[in-house]
């Protein structure tokens, strides 16, 4: 940082409530910490539904590639039940690993099953064929 742009940065070192203030290079600008912080958990508090359902659906689209609309279309041919046993505790999106593609919602434990035979179908039918 050159000192002709360290000059033009303004020496107050405290915000309006008596907090340090610390210098944010990619604004440039001096903020506080401690303030931004209570600001961010009022608003959090505030609109904890909005948040929460904003975070749901990127990561929806990250992981998986679709919506939180999509997913409550699946969830609702479902019955908001596990595609396999027809549980009803905490869905999880199941997809292909292979192509990327959503299968369905199953609860934790099928979904761990399926993990665990790496999708093979002839373990399951094995499996099956075994436990009669």
Known sequence: MSRKFLEEIPRKEKCKFGHTLVYIPKQKRLR??????????EY??????????????RQLRY???????????????????????GNVSSLVVDHNHET?????????????????VDDKKEI???????LS
Do not use: M
Request: charged share 30%.
């Open 100 to 116: 990327g593609k959503v299968r369905g919602l199953l609860c934790k434990k099928c979904n761990f099953v399926l993990g665990l």
């Open 44 to 57: 959090y508090a505030n609109n904890k539904h909005k948040v929460k359902s904003k975070s749901r659906d």
């Open 63 to 85: 992981l998986y590639g679709i919506t939180q609309e999509e997913y409550n279309q699946i969830l609702f041919k479902q019955k908001s039940q596990c595609a396999i046993c």
């Open 32 to 41: 506080c910490r401690k303030c931004d912080r209570l600001r961010h958990k």
């Open 124 to 130: 399951l039918i094995r499996g099956a064929e075994y």
